[in-house]
């Protein structure tokens, strides 16, 4: 059983930063933030592997950056020039799929999932 657990999050105004944490205590093959909005359907935003290859929604290159410190197990989202669509709810999560690309993101459910942390851009 992975253990997911997202901190971070909070309300922000446009243009502003944010950075997500996520502590996990199994770092699996394929870790990634995946977004939610009121009445959308879930969006991966970005993945990184265990050998810290990234990819990333279009929608988000080059204002997130994604990372993780293996020796404190923590996965992170470093979140800049927000903008008010931006705003969802952000959960961390992982699997084992070799393949870890925000495209492969999209089309498998990903088998371990922390609970989510709340972004509001204003």
């Known amino acids: 059983h992975v253990q997911l657990v997202e901190s971070g999050g909070g309300s922000v105004q446009a243009g502003g930063s944010l950075r997500l944490s996520c502590t996990y205590d199994?770092?699996?093959?394929?870790m990634g933030w995946f977004r939610q909005a009121p009445g959308q359907q879930r969006e991966a935003v970005a993945t990184?592997?265990?050998?810290?290859?990234?990819t990333y929604a279009t929608s988000v290159e080059g204002r997130f950056t994604i990372s993780k410190d293996s020796a404190k197990s923590t996965l992170y989202l470093q979140l800049d020039s927000l903008i008010p669509s931006d705003s969802a709810k952000y959960y961390c999560?992982?699997?084992?799929?070799?393949?870890?690309?925000?495209?492969?993101?999209?089309?498998?459910?990903?088998?371990?999932w922390g609970r989510g942390t709340q972004v509001t851009v204003s």
């Open positions: 199994y770092e699996r093959r394929c």
């Open positions: 999560a992982a699997d084992s799929t070799s393949e870890c690309t925000v495209a492969r993101a999209m089309r498998v459910f990903f088998s371990y």
């Open positions: 990184i592997s265990r050998a810290g290859a990234t």
